[in-house]
């Protein structure tokens, strides 16, 4: 009977060495499984940050290319204008063109 009491008692033994290394391991797998899921939620924070510098910058570079297109248009109107000033002078006067 004692030896049965030794062999049961053996074996809560192991079995509560058994329970305290899977506490161990579950809690180590818990604290690491907090510390993925701070490094993710830093991640998607800074993917976000980069998504709005991404939007801040298209905006500008389409700001700009605006007012390019705004300036080369006022440019060319202006050029034609001239043209258009010169080709009436020419013709009312051909003489003053030709001798600067």
């Known amino acids: 009977m004692e030896d049965k009491h030794k062999k049961a008692t053996v074996e809560v033994d192991v079995l509560k060495d058994h329970l305290a290394l899977q506490r161990q391991v579950t809690r180590q797998a818990q604290y690491h499984k907090q510390e993925m899921r701070g490094k993710l939620h ?34 060319i109107q202006v050029l034609e204008e001239e043209v258009a000033k010169l080709k009436t002078t020419t013709v009312n006067n051909p003489r003053s063109s030709a001798n600067p």
């Not at 991404?54 to 006022?74: F, G, N, P, V």
């Open 42 to 75: 830093e991640l998607l924070e800074d993917l976000q940050e980069e998504r709005d510098t991404k939007q801040a910058i298209y905006s500008e570079m389409t700001r700009q290319h605006q007012d390019l297109e705004q300036q080369s248009s006022s440019r």
